[in-house]
Nanobody, 131 residues
Framework: QVQLVESGGGLVQAGGSLRLSCAASGRTFSNYAMGWFRQAPGKEREFVAAINWRSGGSRYYADSVKGRFTISRDTAKNTVYLQMNSLKPEDTAVYYC???????????????????????WGQGTQVTVSS
């Protein structure tokens, strides 16, 4: 019922910035927790950031991106963003947005970090950071 399309990836030098967008269609996600994950070649998909819009929006970030990445939303556009600053070569990966459609998650205020907790996924957008 939910389709997600990521955009905004590309090639950037270390220290640069990118803003990723995830546009949703179909069912609205106003009552959903949403997250960003990334996957490098030969590596498992790893958590990057998540947001639960309950009680003003709780956010949680992986240690590797704290202080550099920011997750946000625009409910009017049904879009979630990932602002990435001070990019490092180790940030190179395909980035995916995802939705946890569980109402229990939403009302709990939790920000899920496990990929198995999410129900809908986008196709991903490539981010490459050169040194």
């Amino acid at each position: 019922q939910v389709q997600l399309v990521e955009s905004g990836g590309g090639l950037v030098q270390a220290g640069g910035s990118l803003r990723l967008s995830c546009a949703a269609s179909g069912r609205t996600f106003s009552n959903y927790a949403m997250g960003w994950f990334r996957q490098a070649p030969g590596k498992e998909r790893e958590f990057v950031a998540a947001i639960n819009w309950r009680s003003g929006g709780s956010r949680y970030y992986a240690d590797s991106v704290k202080g550099r990445f920011t997750i946000s939303r625009d409910t009017a556009k049904n879009t979630v963003y990932l602002q990435m600053n001070s990019l490092k070569p180790e940030d190179t990966a395909v980035y995916y947005c995802a939705v946890d459609s569980s109402l229990s998650t939403f009302y709990s205020g939790r920000v899920p970090t496990g990929p198995t907790e999410y129900d809908y996924w986008g196709q991903g957008t490539q981010v490459t950071v050169s040194s």
